[in-house]
């Protein structure tokens, strides 16, 4: 219960700093905080992140942002989220709703398919 408590509440957080501009960097800015998971011990938090555009380069852009900003962001964390250990914070990629657009992207052209083909009939 605890853990899932924590992991909201920075979530939270984080989502208003990045939102808020608080970290001023700009490869940061157009970015969606999906998930975060803090380890049992609250040493370590994996946040999961998306971006606006799916490109390679601002994916790469995203992970060097928040890499470069990485210990000011644990420090406002720290003054916001009521923890006695701020935890080590390791941003990754989501690719599942790219995954998922992708996947409703070919079920529409399926769609179109199959009404193409009835029509002809």
């Known amino acids: 219960m605890r853990i899932e408590k924590v992991n909201s509440s920075i979530k939270r957080e984080l989502a208003n700093i990045i939102q808020l501009g608080e970290v001023r960097d700009p490869r940061i800015s157009f970015i969606t905080i999906l998930n975060v ?40 964390i720290s003054q916001r989220v ?9 941003f990754y990629y989501d690719k599942g709703i790219k995954h998922a657009a992708d996947v409703d992207k070919v079920l529409e052209e399926i769609k179109l398919l199959k009404k193409a083909s009835e029509d002809q009939e």
């Open 37 to 76: 998971d803090v380890s049992k011990d609250l040493q370590h938090a994996r946040v999961k992140f998306s971006t606006l555009k799916d490109t390679p380069q601002d994916i790469d852009a995203a992970k060097a942002g928040f890499e470069s900003c990485r210990g000011f962001i644990r420090k406002l």
């Open 82 to 90: 009521p923890l006695r250990y701020t935890p080590e914070f390791q």
